[in-house]
């Protein structure tokens, strides 16, 4: 096990901590995203997701059932890949606990999150490779307004990808004194699952267990499914919301 603490402080350069914050927190998103591979529904959701994102792919593991994971610029990631904890300890600061059973995916991980090339998801999709869909006459048994609203539910899972990142931040750079301040805070995304057409986020915040599923097809996007004795959840969930108006966003519901 090879553990890592680093500290990044852009103090002189500002304007290049958000960048840098959105950036490691879309990595540790795309490290995380999986789903099993026997649910046809989430398979199909997964890659859609995953279509999306430039220069990722999906790959299979066996974890006593078959599990599909991502595989990022050439690096393929699972369960045990790497581990980051988060930690915002003044307006500019930023500590980065890296740890993982692999020697050199620490230093992979850390010269991915600090280069200087975007992570861009959202975009036009590219095919992936390697996973079958089930029968040809299930696959086409799918049409044509079905696809469109299965690609319009995956670009709207980026949106709350975004507005999530984007309120861990508010919250991690809010001062100290605000009750709901994540300041100071250990922060670690621990999985992102992806079950039919759902993100089930679990997070820890200072060890524990908060989960948030993100869901295109709801009212709002998103639902805090446990929360800890602090509603962390709930108040990621709030700003979350008053992002989305900010921003004219909303989800839909088709039920």
Known sequence: ????????????????????FTKIMKLIIISKLNCLERNLISLKYFNEVVS???????HKIKYGKPMIFTKFLGYEFNYHTIRVKIKIIDKYTIDISLESIIPDFVKTFDKLSAD??????????????GIKFGDDRENNSQDEPNLHL????????????DSFIQSIYLLMTQSGADANSLNGR????????????IL????????????????????????????????TGETIRTVMLQNNLNRGFKCFDTD
């Not at 096990?1 to 840098?20: C, G, K, L, N």
């Not at 299965?150 to 709350?160: I, N, P, R, V």
């Not at 679990?202 to 993100?214: H, P």
């Open 150 to 161: 299965m690609e319009k539910e995956a670009t709207l899972t980026f949106y709350l990808l």
């Open 186 to 197: 250990n922060i670690e995304i621990k999985d992102i699952s992806v079950s039919r057409k």
């Open 1 to 20: 096990m090879v553990i890592e603490e680093i500290r990044y402080d852009f103090r002189e350069h500002p304007e290049q901590f958000r960048s840098y």
């Open 116 to 129: 200087t090339n975007e992570i861009n998801w959202n975009t036009n999709k590219h095919s992936t490779s």
């Open 200 to 231: 089930n986020i679990e997070m820890l915040v200072d060890e524990k267990t908060v989960i948030l599923d993100l869901l295109p097809k709801s009212k709002n996007g998103v639902v805090v499914s446990i929360d800890n004795d602090e509603k």
């Open 52 to 58: 999306r994102i430039e220069g990722c792919d999906i």
